[in-house]
């Protein structure tokens, strides 16, 4: 079975590339290396897939690429290429979002209308929930993005559902809460956290710190989209949390038993866009995608520190 995973060179692109080989799938990895995070990063990570017998690698942008061609012979797409993160969403960035999150699925999903696809699995996000009143949020909950990352995440997750409802296309959204783990992106919190602990350096946070998120491990994610290959339903949502909603408050006691070190957190205003809780109900992927996130949140952030030492220190 042939996969094809856009994003591949990023944080869960290729974590899911590595996963797929693994299990003996062809896969063809999409990624034009946008300038948000320093590519050698991204280099890294796919660096490893490409000298894999069953990879194959285009370096293109979704929006450029021939993709009645791409998607010849492909059985599941899984569409994680975005323009990533709420702070830097605002201004005149909003054309990158616009143009990497919304227009490049929409070219991907009128190609899978006359593609021989079996399953279009869309990276959605919590943000789509955005100032939703509703804890935990189920996938009926209002939706009310709160930033304009946000709202270009909400946007793709409806078109995947006109293609669906209209043409067909075998679409499913997997709503992501904070993903964390080894490769997480460098404007993500923990990654910020541990890089300013090992250089014994201030926290800076933003707000008062009471805000809670959601935590999931990579590995979970992964298992969710894994287990969608076969079980997910076209026309469906689902939220994929971790089970470690946790105050950030209380992130850093966490953190300093890891790396053996004090923190010093200093606090900002609250950033425009940021809100102030997430908290994923899984029921409906407990039901339908056997999901059951396994990892812990002192273990998987232990694994990320391991990594951060890796990428900068040795
Ligand atoms: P990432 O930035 O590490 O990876 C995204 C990749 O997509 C990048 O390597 C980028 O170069 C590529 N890309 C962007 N636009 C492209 C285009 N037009 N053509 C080809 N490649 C393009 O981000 P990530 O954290 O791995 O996120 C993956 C997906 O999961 C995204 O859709 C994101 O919105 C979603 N998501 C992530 C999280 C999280 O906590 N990391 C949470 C919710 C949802």
């Avoid at 660096?47 to 492909?74: M, S």
């Avoid at 997480?184 to 014994?200: G, L, V, Y």
Wanted: with cysteine.
């Amino acid at each position: 079975m042939k996969c094809l995973v856009t994003g591949a060179a990023g944080f869960i692109g290729s974590h899911l590339c590595r996963r797929l080989l693994e299990q003996d799938y062809d896969v063809l990895g999409v990624d034009m290396f946008t300038d948000f995070y320093p590519k050698w990063i991204k280099e890294r990570n796919i660096e490893p897939l490409k000298k894999e017998k069953n990879f194959e690698f285009i370096q293109k942008d979704i929006n450029e690429l021939d993709l009645k061609d791409t998607l010849k012979n492909i059985d599941t797409v899984f569409h994680h290429a975005a323009q990533a993160g709420v702070r830097t969403s605002w201004g005149e960035n909003f054309s990158v979002y616009s143009k990497n999150n919304i227009e490049a699925t929409q070219h991907l999903l009128e190609a899978s209308r006359n593609s021989d696809i079996t399953k279009f699995i869309y990276a959605s996000s919590s943000s789509v929930y955005g100032l939703c009143p509703e804890l935990p949020m189920v996938e009926t909950s209002p939706l009310l993005p709160f930033s304009p990352y946000g709202v270009t995440k909400l946007a793709a997750e409806q078109l995947c559902m006109l293609y669906h409802k209209n043409y067909g296309v075998p679409a499913v959204s997997l709503r992501f809460f904070t993903v964390y783990g080894p490769g997480q992106r460098p404007d993500m919190a923990f990654h910020k956290f541990f890089k300013s602990i090992a250089e014994d350096k201030e926290i800076s946070i933003f707000g008062d710190g009471n805000q809670t998120r959601d935590f999931t491990y990579i590995d979970d994610i992964i298992d969710a989209n894994f287990a969608c290959i076969g079980k997910g339903k076209p026309g469906e949502i689902y939220n994929i949390g971790g089970g470690n909603r946790k105050n950030l408050n209380d992130i850093f006691p966490i953190l300093e038993e890891i790396c053996g070190k004090r923190t010093k957190v200093t606090k900002h205003a609250v950033q425009k866009g940021d809100v102030p809780h997430t908290f994923a109900s899984i029921e409906k992927a407990r039901k339908d995608l056997d999901y059951s996130p396994h990892a812990q949140l002192q273990d998987g952030l232990k694994d990320e520190w391991t990594w951060i030492q890796k990428l900068y220190y040795s």
